[in-house]
Each structure stands twice: as structure tokens, then as C-alpha cells.
């Protein structure tokens, strides 16, 4: 089994939840005993048999050493059980269900916790583990075990249901190591990769912009027939030529193939290249007119084909396809296949004001299409954004809109969200902070977002918290009801006053002469860039002069830590120079 460590320097977490003071009539231990055990099902699977291993390891870690022994003996008039995978009635538990709802309950002694699905059972595990003994999975590489001599209760009854049943954040810290572990301790079940069955494994939607994939732009020479017509020609490196029945037919056949290949996934992509460049033929037009003249139309009109062409020999499995940029209005005559997933996605809404804000004239737009897709659309996927893609380091003060967003897309049945986050590097602001907040929202948005963030702050900030939650409150009181700011947000823009950057500036060096490791220290340093960053854009020749910019790329280069997305660093460093 992996090593779980105990950071003593955020030994303050035992005082996060009145709970874990919990003293009852039955004792789970005390004083370095246990008459308990934990039961599992003889034909567990293997998220059970996870799930009953790291219990049994938590509770040694939080008892000072008491070790549950584990058995599939179930005595049916026995006491001090903690049964995994079993509900006290022996209800029928459903492993092929996409909701991995959960439950955690004690009949007298006995304690039992069980889910649907996959890892519902783990799930329930790792919530008790959360709720009852105050465990805590910040970050990959920071887990908050709590010491405690005894934990007792009189009774346990909860029960937890997803508010959708694919989520996923792709930061890149959970993309490297013990990330998928962290996925599975704090209920993120989709990635773009295949994972370890050990904890569940993850749903996988396969790919995105992949039409190119299968009609190559390599191919242009020979057929520019393929491709879109601009300005009355044919271009290379835009759109298909949707219109065009070889083209349908090259999608239909290797999409086809490629799910024998790889037939693990559930959804497959099948979507627009990333470009404007959708065709203008008289053919294409043609079709989009019977569809409300929507460039969606035709999008959907072609991938209803593939879709049908693919149920044939795997009616599991689904097509998705973007509803995205020119193509996000929803068409009119024509609705998705029953094995059509559509992907809408928010890039142009405002993050600076919840999608319901009435009074945000910009994500009123959004919502109407998000309506409009949700009455037509058999299954809805929204693929998200959580971070500045223009200035990655930069303040993004959007932690207002995370849980209204995830409601209102809820509210709109849809079945996954994926929330794109700073994926090619570390060093986005608060990126641990936001990761850890996103995955609790996505699992329930009916959360208040201010508690989870003091949470996290007192629980992984230790001695700094104080000057941190100070910092973060000053980032979220740059929102005003006129203030607008979408995804690219450049270092001028007028959210980001200079008397902001002086106090912050001054807040984030106190934290980090409070520090009193070198691990703390970095951790506030890793803040401190976004302020670093910040004045060493706005105020280049000054930076440079005191030293600021000299600090900002030796703590970039440490920490691995891209300015702007797709521009590595060291070009980002050059540019800094240059302007």
C-alpha cells in the first residue's frame, strides 16, 4: 500500500469540523483499542477492497496505531462490524449505474456504507472518512489526518447523491503524480485517460475537435473537395465540407474503426476542428437553411448519421459533438440522436457574474442557448472554464460564480461537466484552492463556497491562513456589478487596480515571514506569484529595477509555472523582457 503521510504543520485541521469531537455510546476506538472489524462482500470488487484497506489505514494513522483486522465473515447477529458494499436490509446495489450515490448508516453497533455504481461504495468510504473523522485530500501531495485517542457515535444516517454523474477538472497537478488518487478521494470520476481499476478507473469522453482525425488536412492536395469553401475557395486547415457524402462516409468508417480499437470509452467525439472556418458551399448553406439557418444545423444533421451508422454494432456507446463558438445556437427541425451527446461549451460568457445574472446581458445569451439545447438535446455535456487562459498567474476572481454556474447547468439536465482549468503547467492563481472546491461543487453545488475555501485555506495555509484568507477576500472584492471579464483577461485590464497590488503585495509577504517551513513558504509562494506576475506586467521597468521580475522567473522556473496558455516559459520570460 502507498505511504500515507501526516503533515504535522496542519495538525489545526482537528479543529475543522465540531463532528470530530463526536463522543457516543459506541466506540470505533479508544485508547489504542477496537472491537471492531471491517467486513467485506466475499466476491468484492476491487474499489471495495480499496476502500477497506485505506479505512483500515486512516483509522491507524487517526488512532495512533489501532488496526482493524479485515474479513468476508459477516455474522448476521454480530456487533462492532463496519460492513463495505452491503446495506443493513441487504438491498440490491446497482454496479452499472452512472449515479454513484452513496450511504453511510449504523444499525446499533454495526456501521454500514455502500453506493450504486462503480464507486459509490468507495465514495461512501471516503466520505465517512471526510465527514465523521475529519480526513482531508487538499492536494495530491497533501493529505490532513487528524490525531485522535478515541472517536465513538450513537448514530450515523447520511446519504449523498451526485448532482451530475461526470465531473471532471484538468488541472495540471492531478495529471502527474498520485493524481488519479486524488481524483478518486475527492469524487472527480472522468479524465482524458484511462485509469487505475484499483480506485474505479474514470469515465473517459474520447477526445475533442477530431474531425480532422478522421478526414486528415493532409488530404487537401487530393481532395480540396473535402474542406470548407471560403471567399469562393477551397481552404486547407478549416472545416469539413460537411455537405460532402465521402466525407460523411470517411467519418462514418473510421469512427467505426476506431471504436474497435478502442472500445473502453462511452462517448467519442466527433466535432469541429478549433477554427472559424466553417464551409460557405451552396450545398452546405442549403442545409443549414432547413435548420433555422444555424451553422449547428448542419452539425448535427452530420453527426446524426455517424451516430446511426455506429449503433448498428454498438448501441452503448454515444457520439458527442461540440456545440461550440459559430456553432453553439441550438438549430431548429432537427434534434439529436437518442445516442447523440451534445457538448455546449460557455468560452464566451462572463465570469466575472453568475450565467443566471439577469442583469449580465452576456450570459443571458448563453443561458437562452443552454434552454434551447437542453429541450432538444437526449443527452447534454457542458464543457466549462475555471481559469485566465490570457494571464494564467494573474488574480481570477470568479469563486462568486462556480456553485450558481454548476446549478444552472445542473438545472438543465446535463449529464457531465467538465471544468477546463490551467492544464499545461503549475502556477495558476489558487490553482489548489480552486481544484479543491471545483471537485466538491461538481459533486454538490448546493454547497456554500465560502466555508469549503476557509477550509481549505486554515486547513493547507496553517500559520499563513490568516494573511491568505485575507488576500483571497481581496481578490473576490474586485467583482462589482458592473465589472465584466470573460476567460482572457490581459494584465491592464481595469479589475486589477494598482492599490490593489500594492496591499496585496504587502498582505502575501506578511504570510510568508509567518511561514515556518520551507513547505509553507512555498506554498505561500505560489500565491505570492499572482501579485508578482501582476506588477511585473503592469509596470515592466519598475519591476525590473527592484528586483520584482528577477523574483517572478525564479519562482516560475521552481515551481514549473506557463505565464499564458500554449506559450512556454520561457518565451513568456523573453516577451516580459522585450515589451
Not at 31 to 40: D, Q, T
Not at 261 to 278: C, E, K, M, T, V
Not at 340 to 349: A, F, M, N, Q, T
Not at 471 to 500: K, W
Amino acid at each position: 500500500m502507498r505511504h500515507f503521510s501526516i503533515h504535522r504543520t496542519l495538525l489545526v485541521a482537528i479543529c475543522l469540523m465540531g463532528c470530530l469531537m463526536a463522543q457516543g455510546k459506541h466506540f470505533l476506538f479508544k485508547n489504542g483499542k477496537s472491537s471492531y472489524s471491517i467486513i467485506l462482500r466475499p466476491t468484492a470488487d476491487a474499489t471495495e477492497k480499496t476502500a477497506a484497506s485505506e479505512l483500515q489505514e486512516y483509522i491507524r494513522q487517526i488512532s495512533g496505531g489501532v488496526t482493524l483486522p479485515i474479513s468476508t465473515e459477516l455474522k448476521k447477529n454480530g456487533k462492532n462490524q463496519i460492513v463495505i458494499g452491503v446495506s443493513p436490509n441487504d438491498d440490491a446495489i446497482d454496479k452499472n449505474s452512472l449515479c454513484e450515490d452513496l450511504t453511510y448508516e449504523s444499525q446499533g453497533s454495526n456501521i454500514y456504507i455502500y453506493g450504486n455504481g462503480k464507486r459509490g461504495t468507495m465514495y461512501g468510504v471516503f466520505t465517512f472518512l471526510e465527514n465523521e473523522l475529519g480526513i482531508r485530500w487538499y492536494t495530491p501531495k497533501c493529505t490532513v489526518v487528524p490525531q485522535k485517542k478515541k472517536w465513538g457515535f450513537d448514530k450515523l444516517s447520511h446519504s449523498e447523491h451526485p448532482t451530475v454523474n461526470m465531473r471532471q477538472c484538468n488541472y495540471y497537478t492531478t495529471a502527474r503524480e498520485n493524481g488519479n488518487v486524488w481524483n478518486a478521494h475527492n469524487k472527480i470520476n472522468m479524465t482524458f485517460g484511462l485509469s487505475d481499476e484499483k480506485y474505479g478507473g474514470t469515465e473517459v469522453y474520447w477526445g475533442c475537435h477530431t474531425m480532422p482525425i478522421f478526414v486528415s488536412f493532409d488530404l487537401f492536395d487530393e481532395h480540396p473537395e473535402f474542406f470548407c469553401m471560403r471567399n469562393g475557395e477551397r481552404k486547407k486547415d478549416g472545416q469539413l465540407c460537411l455537405s460532402n457524402p465521402e466525407v460523411l462516409k470517411r467519418c462514418k468508417e473510421g469512427m467505426l474503426a476506431h471504436i474497435r480499437r478502442n472500445p473502453h470509452f462511452r462517448i467519442y467525439s466527433l466535432s469541429q476542428a478549433d477554427n472559424f472556418d466553417f464551409c460557405e458551399c451552396d450545398e452546405c448553406k442549403a442545409i443549414e437553411a432547413q435548420y433555422g439557418y444555424q451553422h449547428s444545423g448542419i452539425i448535427v444533421w452530420f453527426v446524426n448519421q455517424v451516430a446511426d451508422y455506429i449503433k448498428e454494432e454498438f448501441p452503448d456507446k454515444f457520439i458527442g459533438t461540440f456545440a461550440y463558438q459559430y456553432g453553439r445556437k441550438p438549430p431548429v427541425g432537427i434534434v439529436p440522436r437518442d445516442n447523440v451527446v451534445i457538448r455546449l461549451c460557455s468560452i464566451e460568457c462572463c465570469y466575472a457574474h453568475a450565467m443566471d445574472d439577469p442583469n449580465c446581458e452576456q450570459n443571458k445569451a448563453f443561458v437562452d442557448d443552454l434552454n434551447q439545447w437542453a429541450s432538444i438535446a437526449p443527452h447534454l455535456f457542458i464543457w466549462d472554464y475555471i481559469v485566465n487562459y490570457m494571464q494564467y498567474m494573474a488574480p481570477f476572481p470568479n469563486f462568486n460564480v462556480l456553485a450558481p454556474n454548476i446549478r444552472t447547468l445542473r438545472d438543465n439536465h446535463a449529464i457531465g461537466i467538465f471544468d477546463e482549468a490551467q492544464y499545461q503547467s503549475n502556477g495558476a492563481d489558487f490553482q489548489d484552492l480552486r481544484l479543491w472546491v471545483s471537485a466538491r461543487l461538481l459533486w454538490n453545488p448546493d454547497q456554500e463556497v465560502e466555508p469549503l475555501v476557509k477550509d481549505f485555506i486554515d486547513g493547507y495555509y496553517g500559520e499563513c491562513a490568516g494573511e491568505i484568507w485575507k488576500y483571497y477576500q481581496m481578490c473576490q472584492a474586485l467583482v462589482t456589478p458592473d465589472r465584466h471579464f470573460g476567460i482572457y483577461i490581459d494584465e491592464f485590464n481595469p479589475t486589477f487596480p494598482d492599490s490593489f497590488l500594492e496591499e496585496g503585495m504587502q498582505v502575501l509577504n506578511n504570510a510568508r515571514q509567518m511561514a515556518k517551513s520551507d513547505e509553507m513558504r512555498d506554498r505561500v509562494d505560489q500565491v505570492r506569484l499572482q501579485i508578482l506576475y501582476l506588477k511585473s506586467a503592469r509596470h515592466g521597468e519598475e519591476s525590473k529595477a527592484d528586483g520584482t521580475t528577477e523574483e517572478l522567473i525564479t519562482l516560475a522556473r521552481k515551481y514549473n509555472a506557463m505565464m499564458r496558455e500554449g506559450e512556454p516559459l520561457e518565451k513568456g520570460i523573453q516577451r516580459m523582457y522585450d515589451e
